[in-house]
C-alpha cells in the first residue's frame, strides 16, 4: 500500500518487478481459463446451430453489438471480481460467434486437423511473440500506434468483404490479420513488463483478442486452402 509510485516519459505507473510480473502471471493464468468459456461457446453453437441465419450484414452487426458491448461492460468492471465473470461471459459470445466459421471448417474433409494445426500455430506464434516481449528492451509505444492503425483497416476492410464476399480479399485480410495481431501481441505483452498496463482483465482482454484474431484468421487460410484442393 506505501510502496513508491514512479511515472516515466510515457507517463506509466512504475511499480516493482515483482508487481508487474504478478500481473502478467494473472493474465497468463486468466486467459488459459477463458478458453473454457470459448470452447462451450462454440460447442454450443454447433450443436444448436443457433448463430446459422447470422449471416451477411446481419451476422456483422450481432457481432459488433454483443463485442463492443461486453467490451464496455469489462471496462466498467475491471477493477472488481465481476469483471472476470463479464470478461468469460465474452468469450463464450466469441467462441459462440466463432462457431460459424468451425462449422465451415468441419464441414471440410480434414476439417478437423485444420482446427487442430490452427490452434497449435496460434499458440507456437504467441509463445514466440511472448518470448520476443521478454527481450526487446526498446519503448514500443509508437509501433502501437502503428499497430492500432492497421487494425483499423482490417475492420473497414473486413466490413467491405462482408458485402462483396471476394475469397482473395478474406485471403488477404487474413494474411494481414496475423501479422498485426502477432504484433499486438509483442506490444501487450511488453506493455505488462514495462508497467503500462496494471489491471489483468484489460490485460487479458487484449492478448485474448490477439490470439482470437491470429486463430480465426489460420482457420480462414488453411480452410481456404483445403477448399482449393
Known sequence: MNEQVVIDSRGYAIGSSQERHRVLRNTYWLL???????????????????????????????????????????????????GIGVLLGFTFFMGLMLSRLLAVIL????????????????????????????FIKRDLS?????????????????IINVFVGSTTGMLVISV???????????????RILDGGETNYITATLA???????VFQSLLAILGLGSSND
Open 32 to 82: 488459459a481459463l477463458s478458453l473454457v468459456p470459448t470452447v462451450l461457446g462454440a460447442w454450443l453453437g454447433l450443436a444448436t446451430g443457433l448463430t446459422r441465419g447470422l449471416t451477411g450484414g446481419l451476422g456483422l452487426i450481432v457481432f459488433l453489438g454483443g463485442a463492443f458491448g461486453f467490451m464496455f461492460a469489462i471496462e466498467k468492471t475491471k477493477n472488481s471480481a465481476a
Open 107 to 134: 464441414g471440410l474433409k480434414d476439417g478437423g486437423t485444420i482446427v487442430m494445426t490452427a490452434f497449435g500455430g496460434t499458440a507456437a506464434i504467441f509463445f514466440a511473440m511472448a518470448t520476443m516481449a521478454t
Open 142 to 158: 509508437g509501433f502501437g500506434k502503428f499497430l492500432f492503425v492497421g487494425a483499423l483497416a482490417l475492420v473497414v476492410g473486413s
Open 176 to 190: 494481414m490479420a496475423i501479422g498485426i495481431f502477432s504484433g499486438f501481441m509483442v506490444y501487450d505483452v511488453k
Open 207 to 213: 492478448l485474448y483478442l490477439d490470439a482470437f484474431n
